[in-house]
């Protein structure tokens, strides 16, 4: 691993382990990059999965991953489900993998319109679907 | 609560992180850091921050770690709370932002 990179995740894992209050970490993309200096600071690991195969199966090494460094709570999220059936496939997939999924967010326009006119989806469209369904989570989940 | 969120590129994990910070924040919690580790960097613009101000966002500076001598392990060289106070970005809902600044060195080694 280049040194910097280590250094990047050294100063994060620090950082995220002094700091008393609570932080939302952004990772880096890929299960390559799980690392212990990030991972053994954090009480929960969100796994974004969508609904298709590989991604769920990557989401399931992961979170695979996130258990064997010790993070305590382990969870799947869905994102861009596009209909009862992507919905089912996520609950199904992650009931056979031992993986507890908390939310399931909507392909949601707004979410693309936001994308496009490069704003936060909670400026453009609070009460969209996919805002509806993080909030649920959020209440209901992580606090 | 220190909550990661992962996934592959594409996900929608950065827009997820973003929204859930801001979500925290607006639920009552105090002093919520949204910290960006990925090194194609976006949360700034899903947390709300304007287009304009994404080229010159202050970063966390290369000083702040150093390695310890002794144990050959990278240290913070000041408070974590003093590091955000300096180098945090103000974001939306009392949010406050921070992005490495020299991650895009790193591909160099």
Same mark, same amino acid.
């Given at each position: 691993?280049?040194?910097?990179?280590?250094?990047?995740?050294?100063?994060?894992? *620090?950082?995220?382990?002094?700091?008393?209050?609570?932080?939302?970490?952004?990772?880096?993309?890929?299960?390559?990059?799980?690392?212990?200096?990030?991972?053994?600071?954090?009480?929960?690991?969100?796994?974004?999965?969508?609904?298709?195969?590989?991604?769920?199966?990557?989401?399931?090494?992961?979170?695979?991953? *996130?258990?064997?460094?010790?993070?305590?709570?382990?969870?799947?999220?869905?994102?861009?489900?596009?209909?009862?059936?992507?919905?089912?496939?996520?609950?199904?997939?992650?009931?056979?993998?031992?993986?507890?999924?908390?939310?399931?967010?909507?392909?949601?326009?707004?979410?693309?319109?936001?994308?496009?006119?490069?704003?936060?989806?909670?400026?453009?469209?609070?009460?969209?679907?996919?805002?509806?369904?993080?909030?649920?989570?959020?209440?209901?989940?992580?606090? | 609560?220190?909550?990661?969120?992962?996934?592959?590129?594409?996900?929608?994990?950065?827009?997820?992180?973003?929204?859930?910070?801001?979500?925290?924040?607006?639920?009552?919690?105090?002093?919520?850091?949204?910290?960006?580790?990925?090194? +194609?960097? +976006?949360?700034?613009?899903?947390?709300?921050?304007?287009?304009?101000?994404?080229? +010159?966002?202050?970063?966390?500076?290369?000083?702040?770690?150093?390695?310890?001598?002794?144990? +050959?392990?990278?240290?913070?060289?000041?408070?974590?709370?003093?590091?955000?106070?300096?180098?945090?970005?103000?974001?939306?809902?009392?949010?406050?932002?921070?992005?490495?600044?020299?991650?895009?060195?790193?591909?160099?080694?």
């Amino acid at each position: 691993m280049c040194r910097s990179h280590a250094a990047v995740r050294s100063v994060i894992g *620090a950082m995220v382990e002094e700091w008393s209050r609570p932080a939302v970490i952004d990772m880096e993309a890929g299960i390559e990059h799980m690392s212990r200096a990030t991972g053994q600071h954090v009480d929960m690991i969100l796994v974004v999965i969508e609904p298709y195969f590989k991604s769920m199966e990557t989401g399931a090494r992961v979170a695979e991953l *996130a258990r064997e460094m010790g993070i305590k709570h382990v969870y799947a999220i869905a994102n861009k489900s596009r209909s009862r059936e992507d919905e089912n496939a996520l609950q199904q997939f992650c009931q056979q993998r031992g993986l507890d999924l908390i939310g399931v967010v909507p392909e949601d326009d707004a979410v693309k319109t936001a994308d496009r006119l490069g704003v936060a989806i909670l400026d453009h469209d609070e009460t969209s679907p996919a805002v509806r369904e993080l909030a649920r989570v959020v209440e209901q989940r992580l606090m | 609560m220190k909550i990661a969120v992962a996934g592959k590129g594409g996900s929608g994990k950065t827009t997820i992180a973003g929204t859930l910070a801001r979500l925290l924040a607006r639920e009552g919690q105090k002093g919520v850091l949204a910290i960006d580790a990925d090194s +194609n960097p +976006n949360l700034a613009l899903t947390l709300g921050l304007e287009r304009e101000r994404l080229d +010159n966002l202050t970063r966390i500076p290369r000083e702040v770690i150093e390695r310890d001598a002794a144990t +050959n392990r990278w240290v913070l060289t000041r408070a974590v709370d003093e590091i955000v106070r300096e180098h945090g970005v103000a974001a939306p809902d009392g949010v406050t932002l921070l992005l490495m600044g020299w991650v895009e060195h790193a591909g160099a080694g």
